[in-house]
Structure formats: structure tokens, C-alpha cells
């Protein structure tokens, strides 16, 4: 049974999917189509790509070679319609607590968002934090890939070492590695993420302190196992190259953790803020992906 909650002014409503009629006629049909061929519907409806197929936003979405009928099409509207998909979405537009089970909004659509309208949470538009912090980072990376931002020695950055762990690791590694075809032919990125010192001391042998860049990634600033490879990455930063004044050119943050973020020695400008309405560590949109800015 699928039960889902829509969430107005707080109030939980409660709907039981599968007992609805129009999944009921979904479940009859799928009987009476199961034996269907995909290459008959394409016989008998010449125009079946063209009505099952769909430019937006720069995708391609084709699911005409999928079991579907015109009936099942039809149904599944009319259900999509019947379980208020469209108020939902409105909702989550609109930043509605519709994470019920943090009490939260679900507002990656903000981080997606490039137009003037604001997006309210609590009665406040977040566009202007929003778009302030994509300028932060868009400056920030510019700087770095261009050599533009220097180490305290002077020299430009060549290596890029994301410390985390779970959604401030996963996410951001996946999204780097996919793209690895179009980063900077100077840079090199690399993540840590094992709370075995085995794997960052592999990693920082391999680099020169005076060219290397660490951003620490934690949502918290407390997460024990990137602190401790942040601790070993910042004593290894001054045993072999510089001092503690030093850190801030080194080490930048993704956090929502400013104060001890700023304790360990980042520069405030150099912290990059996370938000309580997105879930979660990762969003293509969100801080998060600000290594692929530098790629
Ligand atoms: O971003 P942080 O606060 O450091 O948390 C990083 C990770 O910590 C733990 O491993 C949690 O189980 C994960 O869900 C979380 O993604």
C-alpha cells in the first residue's frame, strides 16, 4: 500500500494511493495489457513517438517504448491529478514544509532557480543569500583556475583535495568523476574520505603542500572522521610548508558550521554556506557542487 502525507499549514493529510479507484482501473489495465507488444502500439498509432516524447529544459524524454497504452497513459493523468500532484509540486515551489519527516522544505528548485521571483521561507525571500553565495563561489573558483588565487608562497593551486564523509564525499566525488573530461588541464582533484590514515597520508604524498587546496566538507563541522583527516591534512600543511597565518590560503569550508569553521583557521569569506531547507549534503545546485566550478 502507498500512503503519502500532503502538507497544508502544517495540517497532515493522509491518502492511501492503491486504494484510490484510479489505481484500482491502473491495476485492472495492467492485466489486460500485459501481453501487449510494444511494436504493435507503434503499428496502430503512427503518432505514438510524437505524442510520447518531450523536449524540456534540455532533456529528451521518450517513454514510448514503454508498456503503456493510450488508456494506461490516460489513468495514469487522471491519477496524477486525483493525488493533487500538481498542489504538491506548487508546494514545494513555494517552500512548504514538504519533508515531513525533518519538518522541512525541500527547496533545491530555489538553488535551480535564475529568474527575479523570490522564494519565501518563513515569510523571507532566500534568493538574495542564494544568488550571493553562487557570486562567492563563481569568484572564488574563477580565481583558483586562473592561478589568479595563490598559495602563501605564492605559487598557483594544482591540486584540489575534497575532505568528507557520506553526502559531503559521495555526491561531489560521483559529479566530479563524471565530468573529469572537461576539467582544468592544470588541476587535479582528488577526495578523502576513509577515516583510515592510511588513505589521506597515500593522497598527501603525493602533493606539494604549496600548491594544494583543501576544502573541508561537512554540513556540521563536527563529524569526527573529516575532522581528523582535516587536522592531519592542516599538520601536514605546517610541518612542510607554512604557518598557521597561512591556513586561510590553503583550506576553505563547506559548511553551516561558520564559528568553527573560522576556529580552524578558514577565512569567513572562505566558508560556503549550506541551508536547513535543502536536505541532506548534496544537490547538484548547491555548495556542494562548488568543486565542479573548479573542474
Ligand atoms: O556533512 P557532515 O555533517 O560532516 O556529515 C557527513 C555525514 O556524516 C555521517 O556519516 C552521516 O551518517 C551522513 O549522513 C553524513 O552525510
Not at 530555489?110 to 553562487?134: C, K, N, Q, S
Not at 601536514?236 to 583557521?265: Q, Y
Request: net charge positive; proline share 2%.
Amino acid at each position: 500500500m502507498i500512503t503519502y502525507f500532503i502538507y497544508n499549514k502544517r495540517i497532515a493529510l493522509c491518502f492511501q494511493l492503491t486504494r484510490s479507484v484510479t489505481w484500482q482501473a491502473l491495476d485492472r489495465l495492467r492485466d489486460k495489457t500485459a501481453n501487449d507488444r510494444i511494436r504493435d502500439y507503434f503499428t496502430n498509432d503512427p503518432q505514438r513517438f510524437e505524442k510520447m516524447s518531450l523536449r524540456v529544459g534540455g532533456l529528451f524524454l521518450d517513454y514510448s517504448k514503454h508498456h503503456v497504452s493510450d488508456d494506461v497513459l490516460t489513468k495514469l493523468i487522471e491519477l496524477a491529478d486525483h493525488s493533487a500532484l500538481v498542489q504538491r509540486r506548487a508546494q514545494m515551489f513555494s517552500g512548504d514544509i514538504i519533508n515531513v519527516t525533518e519538518n522541512r522544505p525541500v527547496l533545491h528548485t530555489a538553488l535551480r532557480h535564475l529568474g527575479d521571483e523570490p522564494v519565501y521561507v518563513d515569510g523571507e525571500d532566500v534568493m538574495p543569500e542564494i544568488t550571493r553565495t553562487r557570486e562567492q563561489i563563481k569568484l572564488f573558483s574563477e580565481a583558483v583556475r586562473s592561478g589568479e588565487w595563490k598559495g602563501y608562497s605564492g605559487k598557483r593551486i594544482k591540486d584540489v583535495v575534497n575532505i568528507g564523509i557520506g553526502g559531503s564525499d559521495l555526491g561531489p566525488n560521483m559529479a566530479v568523476r563524471a565530468l573529469l573530461k572537461y576539467r582544468h588541464p592544470e588541476l587535479h582533484f582528488h577526495f578523502v574520505s576513509n577515516v583510515d590514515g592510511t588513505h589521506i597520508q597515500k593522497v598527501l604524498s603525493r602533493l606539494d603542500p604549496a600548491t594544494t587546496l583543501f576544502i573541508v566538507s561537512t554540513k556540521t563541522f563536527s563529524t569526527q572522521e573529516t575532522l581528523l583527516n582535516a587536522k592531519t591534512a592542516r599538520r601536514w600543511f605546517l610541518e612542510n610548508a607554512g604557518e598557521d597565518a597561512d591556513v586561510g590560503a590553503h583550506f576553505i569550508a563547506a559548511s553551516t558550521n561558520r564559528k568553527a569553521a573560522m576556529e580552524f583557521g578558514i577565512r569567513e569569506e572562505n566558508v560556503f554556506e549550506f541551508w536547513a531547507w535543502v536536505g541532506g549534503r548534496y544537490s547538484m545546485y548547491s555548495l556542494s557542487a562548488c568543486r565542479l566550478r573548479f573542474q
